[in-house]
């Protein structure tokens, strides 16, 4: 299973960005789907979540509001929205796939089989 980050890029703070995550070499379907973001020095933080199915989606408390996470199933990809951004959410954001994911484990990266290499997201303010 391969996932491919794309999208990121500068921007000032108030501006919008949406990053895209494609998913090749499993069934997309039955993955659930995280984003992840860490900034230098920082550990890696969860953002936003959407399991398999598309019915629970979780967010950092931060981002709530401003970040919107969604799905394609026949694109095989997974989208994150990210309006009104922050000198804040600087970082490298990296997709995440996994097949057991449950509600309660979204948030979480351990609960996450598949990485993507990241795509780095710099607001100036």
């Known amino acids: 299973v391969q996932l491919q980050a794309s999208g990121g890029g500068l921007v000032q703070a108030g501006d919008s960005l949406r990053l895209s995550c494609a998913v090749s070499?499993?069934?997309?379907?039955?993955?659930?789907m995280g984003w992840f973001r860490q900034a230098p020095g920082k550990e890696r933080e969860f953002v936003a979540a959407?399991?398999?199915?598309?019915?629970?989606?979780r967010y950092l408390d931060s981002v709530k509001g401003r970040f919107a996470i969604s799905r394609d199933n026949a694109e095989n990809t997974v989208y994150l929205q990210m309006d009104s951004l922050k000198p804040e959410d600087s970082a490298a954001y990296y997709c995440?796939?996994?097949?057991?994911?449950?509600?309660?484990?979204?948030?979480?990266?351990?609960?996450?089989?598949?990485w993507g290499q990241g795509t780095q997201v710099t607001v100036s303010s």
């Open positions: 995440a796939a996994g097949s057991r994911v449950i509600v309660s484990t979204l948030p979480s990266a351990s609960a996450y089989d598949y």
């Open positions: 070499g499993g069934t997309f379907s039955t993955f659930s």
């Open positions: 959407i399991r398999r199915g598309g019915a629970a989606i």
